[in-house]
């Protein structure tokens, strides 16, 4: 089994920087995959990055390529986004969530693992 708690939502200014946290507990962590992914009011859930076991595999949607950088700290079980450069179409409940299928696909509904998600509220 795995936990996961995010934290580090709040308001930002556009443009403005932002770094989540996810905690991780249980043994397996360090086995998955790990993803963000972010709803926004009155939309679906949408996939945002994703982070292979090791670290060094990444992907995001293209909406945050080149503004977001998802990253995981195997000797503290924490998952990160640095989020550059917010807009306010970036703001949604972001949500860890993880599995043993996260880095075989796209797929947030198939991920075992999610987190209560933490709200990110980037002005108009």
């Known amino acids: 089994q795995v936990q996961l708690v995010e934290s580090g939502g709040g308001l930002v200014q556009p443009g403005g920087p932002l770094r989540l946290s996810c905690a991780a507990s249980?043994?397996?962590?360090?086995?998955?995959?790990m993803a963000w992914v972010r709803q926004a009011p009155g939309k679906d859930r949408e996939f945002v990055a994703r982070i292979n076991w090791i670290g060094i595999g990444t992907d995001y949607t293209d909406s945050v390529k080149g503004r977001f950088t998802i990253s995981r700290d195997h000797a503290v079980n924490t998952l990160y986004p640095q989020m550059n450069s917010l807009k306010p179409e970036g703001t949604a409940v972001y949500y860890c969530?993880?599995?043993?299928?996260?880095?075989?696909?796209?797929?947030?509904?198939?991920?075992?693992?999610w987190g209560q998600g933490t709200q990110v509220t980037v002005p108009s």
């Open positions: 249980g043994r397996t962590f360090s086995n998955y995959g």
């Open positions: 969530a993880g599995g043993s299928t996260t880095w075989n696909a796209r797929r947030p509904d198939d991920d075992e693992y």
